[in-house]
C-alpha cells in the first residue's frame, strides 16, 4: 500500500487493532516504555524520554504493518497517535516531547508543541472526526508514494 493509499479511516482502524494487542512483539520498545506512554498518571520528567520512545515505535510500527517506507510524518498522522496511545492526562506532555525532535535529521515530523496540541484536540472531539479526518487525509496525499521498507 503506497503513502497515497492510507486514509484516516485505515489508519485509525490500525491504531485501534495495535492499541487492543494486534501488535505484540512487533513494536521495537519495551513493554515498560509502552506501559508509560498508556498510562493514567501524569508522566514524571524522566518518562518523557521512555514515552517517546514507546511512540516513535507505535508511529513506525504503523508504517511497517501498512508497508510503507519510515518516511517524515505529517503532523497530523503524529496526532492521531498521539490521541490513540496517550492518556488525556499526558497528551500535552507528549506534545512537548514529541516537538524537541523537530529540526534533527530524524525527526518525524515538523512542527511546534502548539500546533501539535491544537491537532491533538482537533482529534479528540468525541462527536464529528470528519473536519480531522480531512485534514489527516489532505497531509498524507501531499506524501510521495512508496514502495514499502
Not at 524522566?46 to 501498512?66: E, F, I, K, Q, W
Not at 500535552?92 to 530524524?106: D, L
Not at 491537532?119 to 497531509?139: E, I, N, T, V
Request: glycine share 8%; net charge neutral; charged share 20%.
Amino acid at each position: 500500500m503506497s503513502t497515497l493509499e492510507l486514509r484516516y479511516g485505515a489508519m485509525r482502524s490500525s491504531m485501534e487493532m495495535m492499541k487492543d494487542g494486534a501488535a505484540n512483539g512487533v513494536l521495537d520498545c519495551s513493554k515498560a516504555e509502552y506501559d508509560i506512554l498508556r498510562q493514567d498518571v501524569p508522566w514524571m520528567y524522566t518518562d518523557r524520554n521512555r514515552a517517546r520512545v514507546a511512540l516513535d515505535a507505535v508511529l513506525y510500527g504503523l508504517l511497517d504493518m501498512h508497508g510503507i517506507a519510515r518516511i517524515a510524518l505529517p503532523a497530523e498522522y503524529v496526532a492521531a497517535a498521539i490521541v490513540m496511545f496517550v492518556r488525556p492526562v499526558n497528551i500535552h506532555q507528549c506534545c512537548v516531547a514529541m516537538s524537541g525532535s523537530v529540526g534533527s535529521t530524524h525527526s518525524l515530523f515538523s512542527g511546534s508543541a502548539g500546533s501539535l496540541f491544537d491537532l491533538c484536540l482537533l482529534a479528540y472531539s468525541r462527536g464529528d472526526f470528519s473536519s480531522f479526518a480531512k485534514r489527516f487525509d489532505a497531509a498524507m496525499a501531499k506524501l510521495p508514494a512508496a514502495d514499502g521498507p
